[in-house]
């Protein structure tokens, strides 16, 4: 089994965070509009369970989601199994129709300009995502996929990597809570 191991940071300049990566050994990619589709569930409150489904478009690439609940209390670690679909911009929308057809719920959208990078960081590949997000700011991502002999370590290297970096303070929600505090009631 699989585990995403992530913390997220609200930070206020992300290109002195990047320089400051890169002093590290980091090397980043060139930066992309990924599009989250979220899905609520039939008959399971996926807000109460802390689980979520989305559909993820990368440009042409396609990806469905599902994370269970977070297992840990200073990371967000939680069971996460993502698979490819077919290709085409289009498809999401195709995908989100058969969904709806089953019973879910189109709950929201989550727009971002990503800038990916990875940094090697005692033991761990860890991945950095420099986020734009639509609605709410930037971001900094740290996350490591690990099997369950790995975990500790991951979840260590993780809060360690963020210390380093003086990043404090956590961010537990995921964009869609946030987006969705953030809407009138």
Known sequence: MQYEVENKYRVAELAGL???LRELGA????EVEQVDVYFSHPV???AATDEALRIRRIGETNLV????????????????????????????EDYGVLLEA??????AEVKKRRRPGRLQWNECSVE????????LGDFVELEIVADQDRLQLAQS??????????????ERRSYLEMLLAERPR
């Open 128 to 135: 950095l995502a420099l986020d734009k997000v639509v609605g």
């Open 18 to 20: 990047a320089a400051q």
């Open 102 to 107: 089953l019973g879910f719920g189109r709950v």
């Open 65 to 92: 989601t599902y994370k269970g609940p977070k297992i840990h209390e200073k990371t967000k670690t939680r069971h996460e199994i993502e698979l490819p679909l077919a290709s085409g911009a289009g498809l999401v």
């Open 157 to 170: 290297v993780v809060v360690e990597l963020a210390g380093c970096l003086e990043l404090h303070h956590p």
């Open 44 to 46: 399971r409150d996926f």
């Open 27 to 30: 090397e980043f990619h060139g």
